[in-house]
């Protein structure tokens, strides 16, 4: 019988789509308010594998994705999903748009040393359900050193061109995991 342990904390991330740097901008910002410092912002990229948000959202869309500092337990993941679906609803509200159109597209999730989490609340043969109507996916995982995707991957996510910042908050999530359990070495080692 395998022995039950915590989770380890993961970094979380969350991807922006929106046709305006400057709604992203403050997407970003109110997300932070409730997760914590963001660690690095990426490179905006378009948003040009699919053209599937441009009815709802209009075109010229760019993608960017944030970090946060902050390492998190992965079951905070459904009540984040709860939030940036709120976020979305508030922004859409500031723009004087409908509720149901949103101006800026939220999609959290976390990096773990061995693979990318995206939440969702649309179910699919591959998505797990954790509660209150959010599922997760395991997007891409990490093996032999690269980001590799799998069958469901979405097409931009499998392209590579977000691997680099993947890369970098995987190292961090590292550094930090390394940071802490050292720490709780120590503290140990006092203690005895």
């Given at each position: 019988?395998?022995?039950i342990r915590?989770?380890r ?10 046709n305006?740097?400057?709604?992203i ?5 109110l ?14 990229w378009?948003?040009?594998f699919t ?13 960017q994705?944030a ?7 992965p079951v905070?993941?459904v009540?984040?999903?709860?939030l940036?679906n709120?976020?979305?609803r ?5 723009c ?9 597209n939220?999609?959290?999730g976390?990096v ?5 989490v995206l ?5 699919y043969g ?11 996916e395991s997007t891409?995982?990490y093996?032999?050193k690269?980001?590799e995707?799998?069958p ?9 061109r977000?691997?680099?910042f993947l ?6 999530l590292?550094?930090?995991?390394s940071?802490?359990f050292e ?5 140990q080692?006092?203690q005895?």
């Open positions: 019988m395998g022995a915590p989770a904390p993961v970094n979380l991330i969350c991807g922006f789509i929106a305006d740097p400057d709604l901008g403050r997407a970003v910002g997300l932070a308010r409730h997760v914590g410092e963001v660690e690095e912002l990426s490179e905006r378009p948003f040009d053209d599937y948000y441009e009815p709802e959202m209009g075109p010229g869309l760019i993608r994705f970090s946060f500092a902050d390492l998190i337990d905070a993941l009540g984040i999903k709860t940036t709120d976020l979305e508030r922004l859409a509200d500031e004087g748009v409908p509720r149901s159109q949103r101006v800026v939220l999609d959290p976390y773990t040393l061995s693979k990318l939440a969702t609340t649309k179910d591959h998505r797990v359900y954790l509660r209150d109507g959010i599922y997760a891409l995982h093996r032999g690269v980001w995707s799998w469901w991957t979405y097409p931009d996510y499998a392209d590579g977000y691997f680099p890369d970098r908050v995987r190292e961090r590292r550094t930090k995991l940071d802490r720490q709780a070495d120590r503290r080692e006092h005895a």
